[in-house]
């Protein structure tokens, strides 16, 4: 191995990278790992409380509404706000979510939503998600109730606990040059047992924990990457119709008839999402149809599809961007929703294990910080090790 | 006194269990049923050993 990685004055600094960085992010590791176990059987919490709304049985294959009908039920109730986003069920295709708020451009915070049969019109229920013990977990983990900075905040904490993880691989090697893969000592003295513990559930759980901190991550610039993509796109969009934009009027071209032409430009798709002018998910004068295939890769790599309200005609957009590919990507990565019930339990026990982990690295730190205060100094176990006295 | 590791040696495990890991988290994303399948039982992988190390075989050696 090279003095880059383990000389003892190299291990000194990778020791003190592994300290620092772990230090700084631990704590919020830890309420990320504790509010995440909720957040992943999300699904599953909102069954068992019977909040979860449920399309009425009814004769099968019944003709659905145009996507019209679908916003005008949901506004019946909401006269005051204009529609946002029509979400339609993924596990239940006859239901639309309709997300509504008093502007298009809002941070979407206080948004109301109404659930629609679309097979009749009917008002199946307006779920609230700002309330609640979900709610809080999830403000919780994604941007402790402050925003974008919140959300940026933990996404710089993330990437401290990446470099806590790959510092820690690089100093794994130093501890292990006399033990046996796994070995756990647990007679010699709690320190050794604590010690061999984080390595060891440190190591075995490394890619998942690496996986989950670096699509956290990219979750966190999730704002950002769509921004900086409506930019790409309008930039395209001007560049392609000379015509100012602006003139676009919403209305005189039905919904539905827009997600028609969009899905006729994308045969053998469906749609997942209507995004109205405006929202974060189109462009300021258009709308976008978000279409999806039918295999877990294309459900999740959405096919956006900007349409012109006063015309009705779908535009030549750029494909999508690598990074937006990224950030689709990261979603389910991260949430652990793409595999069934197994793979969230598999989720919830990796994650418990990174709590050990996390927990054992403060103990084994708390250990050595308490010794270094006593005094006669204790030798620093990272440069002990190099130093072959193991 | 043990003899002392070689980083090759020391890593011959932890790049199997990265690269099920790996495997594990694709598996699911690329189809359904039996990939899903197969990304339940690579996933188990580390969740078993760190099972394994922390109970089974320290108890043995008590």
Known sequence: ?????????????????????????????????????????????????????????????????????????ARGHHAHLVPLYLFREEDDPDLWVVKMD?????DETKA???????RNGSVLGEPRFDEGFMHLMYRLHVDLFAGLAGRLFLGFMGLLLVLSLLSGVVLYAPFMRRLDFGEVRRRRSGRLWWLDMHNMLGIVTLTWALVIGATGVINTWADVILKVWQAEQIAALKVAA?????????????????????????????????????????????????????????????????????????????????????LLLSQPLHFGDYGGLPLKVLWALLDLITVVVLWSGLVLWWRKHRAAGSPKHAPDAVADVAGGRA | MRTVRSVAAIFRWPLLIALLTLAGLLAALVGDDAWDAVSWALLSVPVALCGYFSFVRGRRQD
């Open chain 1, 1 to 73: 191995m090279s003095a880059f990685l383990s000389s003892p004055l190299a291990l000194r600094r990778w020791g003190w990278l592994h300290k620092w960085s772990s230090l700084v992010c631990t704590l919020f590791m830890l309420l990320l790992c504790l509010t995440g176990l909720p957040l992943v059987f999300y699904h599953e919490i909102d069954h068992a409380l019977g909040k979860h709304i449920e399309a009425p049985r009814m004769a099968a294959d019944l003709p659905h509404l145009p996507a019209d009908e679908i916003v005008r039920a």
């Open chain 1, 102 to 106: 008093t502007r298009p451009d809002t």
């Open chain 1, 112 to 118: 109301r939503f109404s659930v629609i049969d679309a």
């Open chain 1, 242 to 326: 000379p015509a100012p934009l602006a003139s676009a009027r919403v209305g005189q071209v039905s919904i539905q008839s827009m997600v028609n032409a969009a899905l006729r430009s994308e045969p053998g798709m469906a749609v997942a999402t209507i995004a109205f002018p405006g929202t974060l998910l189109s462009s300021p004068s258009h709308f976008a149809v978000f279409l999806h295939g039918d295999t877990p890769l294309t459900s999740r790599l959405l096919k956006a599809v900007l349409v012109d309200p006063a015309s009705g005609q779908v535009m030549e957009t750029p494909p999508r961007p690598w990074y937006v590919s990224a």
